[in-house]
Every structure is written in C-alpha cells, then in structure tokens.
T-cell receptor, first 116, second 114 residues
Framework: DAGVTQSPTHLIKTRGQQVTLRCSPK?????VSWYQQALGQGPQFIFQ???????QRGNFPDRFSGHQFPNYSSELNVNALLLGDSALYLC???????????????FGEGSRLTVL | AQSVSQHNHHVILSEAASLELGCNYS??????LFWYVQYPGQHLQLLLK??????LVKGIKGFEAEFIKSKFSFNLRKPSVQWSDTAEYFC????????????FGTGTRLLVSP
C-alpha cells in the first residue's frame, strides 16, 4: 500500500521564479492538504483540496495556489518566489468523512525548497 | 487565533529516563488532539490521538498522553525512553469542525543518549 508520495524531494530556485510541487495521496484517500514547515517551526496549514476544489485556506498569500486532479493527486504552485518561501513543503492525505471527519493525516516526506 | 504551545524546544535524556513533553492549546471549543513524531530522515507519523472518551490515551511504542480539559493541555509521556526515541515531536490540534486542518506546535527535539 503506497503511502503519500511527493516530488521533487529537493529543488533550488531563485527569487521571482515559480515552482510546482506534486503529491500523490495514500491509496483510498481523497483529500489532500498542504503544509509549509520552515526551519525550526512546526508545519503550517496552507490549504486543503477535496473534490478538485480548495475547501479551506490558511494564512498564505495568493502567490500560493493549488490544484487537485480527478485521481486525487495534487499540485502546489508558488509564484514570484521570495527568500522566505524556503521551507519543507509537506503534503498530507486523508479520507473525507464529512462533518464527522476525525481521521488522522498521513504525511509525505516533503519537498525541500531553497530560494536563493 | 488558535495556537499550540510546546514548552520544551530541546530535551536531552539518558536511556531509561522518564519523558514528559508539555503541550497547551488555546481554544475553548471541542478539539481533537494529536502527537506526531518525525524520526531523522523520515516523514511525520502519528504517535497517538485523542478524540473523546478516556482522557488517557495510549499510542505506539509505549507512549501515552493525558488530556486535561481544564488546563487545555495534552502532555506526552513515556516511562522509560530508548535511544530509538530520538526524534522531533509535534503536538497538533484539530478544531472539531469536520475538516482536517491541524494547528501544530513548534516541536520538541528529543535526544536520547545511550
């Protein structure tokens, strides 16, 4: 049973560039969330996708956008990169159970982005 | 805004010592509580969780946590740590709104010396 897979694992960009990160959820999961983990910090919620729509969003600017595909995989796009965007980007998947959803999140190993 | 505080950023213990990591959250409503662990070079994985019922929950690898509602706390404990427990530990809170949106603490880095 494949867990959550993310690509690429590491990448280096320069300021002003754009980046796309990819995530395949755990088998049987339909909900994908993205988190940003800066050095020395806990993960911070960026947004969540369900049924190909952004369902919730954290306190991140519009430069951060995403997409979910019919096969439940997801992309995170960041435009106009800033030095402060350097972080580990984590994808987490879960199976939505609607209003009674209390299930755990399964995390991938992350994509480490360095912005120079 | 909801927040999670982990009081200890770095903890160093010898093997067989007892462990307690503090976690407090700020939210007055119903919450789900989690402890996640990240071993060196690995992904975040669930250690234990509290949804309702018995406030003392047991997780994997001998860890347990106690939910004290009056103190807004969910401290993690282990009676006797092992070298393999060296990892970073994150407390997280999910507001019981039906969506899986976790608010994480800043983490506690535990080093267990053999």
């Amino acid at each position: 049973d494949a867990g959550v897979t993310q690509s690429p694992t590491h990448l280096i960009k320069t300021r002003g560039q754009q980046v796309t990160l990819r995530c395949s959820p755990k088998s049987g999961h339909d909900t994908v969330s993205w988190y940003q983990q800066a050095l020395g910090q806990g993960p911070q919620f960026i947004f969540q996708y369900y049924e190909e729509e952004e369902r919730q969003r954290g306190n991140f600017p519009d430069r951060f956008s995403g997409h979910q595909f019919p096969n439940y995989s997801s992309e995170l796009n960041v435009n106009a990169l800033l030095l402060g965007d350097s972080a580990l980007y984590l994808c987490a998947s879960s199976r939505d159970r609607g209003i009674t959803n209390t299930g755990e999140l399964f995390f991938g190993e992350g994509s480490r982005l360095t912005v120079l | 805004a909801q927040s999670v505080s982990q009081h200890n950023h770095h903890v160093i213990l010898s093997e067989a010592a007892s462990l307690e990591l503090g976690c407090n959250y700020s939210y007055g409503g119903t919450v789900n509580l989690f402890w996640y662990v990240q071993y060196p070079g690995q992904h975040l994985q669930l250690l234990l969780k509290y949804f309702s019922g018995d406030p003392l929950v047991k997780g994997i690898k001998g860890f347990e946590a106690e939910f004290i509602k009056s103190k807004f706390s969910f401290n993690l404990r282990k009676p006797s740590v092992q070298w393999s427990d060296t990892a970073e530990y994150f407390c997280a809170v999910n507001l019981n709104t039906g969506f899986q949106k976790l608010v994480f603490g800043t983490g506690t880095r535990l080093l267990v010396s053999p």
